[in-house]
């Protein structure tokens, strides 16, 4: 009832402002009869410009936006912004009737952080809209997440669907409490690409783009060091000094400096609002032990993705007691598949 109410107002509000900008005297409406010719319809772009990573046909690509300020990125694509005609009275009524509902949507763990930039993309052949839709999702003040809004015919759907699984590879279905996930990555952009497919919905199609971090590129190559570790500065062994020069500001220090946090992107199968997170302990001024998880719940063969990972990082491992692997000595990696959590969980000391 709140929200029914809310958007009644608002159109009340943008009614009231429309009337008040007509000047006494001046005909704005035709004369009854004449027909109004439809505004022309922006140049369509082939599907392939949207799906592909390539800049050519569209410049708008995860590569340019995620990680950047909406600021920054409208200097440097200002041809996909869009106008708003919303006046700040208007605005500022909606964000005020908003407020309590805002309240309870982010009580449920709901971004609802705006930005004064919106932007949109010319539209498909077979769109049904004169543009495709853009939504942003802001970590602090950089995009986090962005989704692209396709609304068209559901065979259009489909060809959208299949360049994906042409110029990405094969999806991965991922089974996620809000619903199953279809998943696209491109491991060497670091980029992941994913979509809920809707039975009732086959004329639409939203997509959404992440940086994520390829599985590949967290284990690393066989040997001690991780694959998201710098080579110059391994975790262990590091002073809470030499953590800040080498991973800026991914590192997160306790005041007490005995605790610390490095922020990473998602793995493969994490979820799109996800980080991973690696946390250090810290003794006599150096890191000597650190954690992490990565999870498996929603996808079923992760698991055995993980084991071959570790395997082929460090050979077989040592069963220890309590269902827990020993991999190597020097550091140690003790890793435990936990049944409560649906996690592997690694601990390196």
């Not at 009580?107 to 949109?120: I, S």
């Not at 609304?151 to 996620?176: C, Y």
């Amino acid at each position: 009832m709140k929200t029914v109410m809310a958007i009644l107002l608002v159109l009340a509000a943008c009614s009231k402002q429309s009337e008040s900008n007509h000047e006494p005297g001046k005909q704005h409406e035709p004369a009854r009869g004449t027909a109004q010719p439809a505004p022309p319809k922006p140049t369509p772009l082939p599907i392939k410009a949207f799906v592909e990573l390539d800049t050519g046909q569209l410049a708008f690509k995860p590569q340019n936006v995620l990680g950047k300020a909406p600021a920054d990125v409208a200097k440097a694509l200002p041809q996909y912004l869009r106008k708003d005609e919303t006046s700040a009275e208007v605005k500022a009524m909606t964000e005020e009737m908003m407020k309590e509902m805002t309240k309870e949507v982010e009580a449920l763990g709901v971004d609802t952080k705006a930005t004064d930039f919106e932007f949109q993309l010319p539209p498909t052949p077979a769109s049904t809209e004169t543009s495709t839709h853009v939504i942003v999702h802001l970590d602090d003040t950089t995009i986090r997440e962005y989704g692209v809004w396709f609304r068209t015919t559901p065979a259009e759907v489909q060809q959208i669907l299949e360049s994906f699984d042409n110029l990405w590879g094969g999806h991965k279905m991922i089974d996620e409490t809000l619903g199953v996930r279809t998943t696209w990555s491109d491991a060497k952009a670091g980029i992941r690409a994913s979509t809920r497919l809707e039975k009732d919905k086959l004329d639409r199609l939203d997509v959404n783009y992440v940086r994520y971090l390829p599985l590949a590129s967290f284990f690393g190559e066989p040997g001690a060091l991780w694959g998201f570790e710098k080579q110059e500065q391994p975790l262990l062994g590091a002073t809470v000094e030499q953590l800040r020069a080498a991973y800026g500001t991914a590192i997160h220090v306790k005041p007490s400096e005995d605790t610390a946090t490095l922020t990473l992107p998602p793995t493969d199968y994490a979820g799109n609002t996800a980080t991973t997170t690696i946390l250090l302990f810290i003794e006599r001024g150096k890191v000597r032990q650190w954690n992490t998880s990565l999870p498996y719940e929603d996808y079923e063969p992760a698991r055995a993705e993980y084991e071959a990972a570790l395997d082929a990082k460090f050979g077989k491992p040592k069963p220890a007691r309590h269902e827990h692997f020993l991999y190597g000595k020097k550091p140690t990696v003790d890793v435990k598949y936990s049944k409560y959590t649906n996690e592997l969980d690694i601990e390196v000391r």
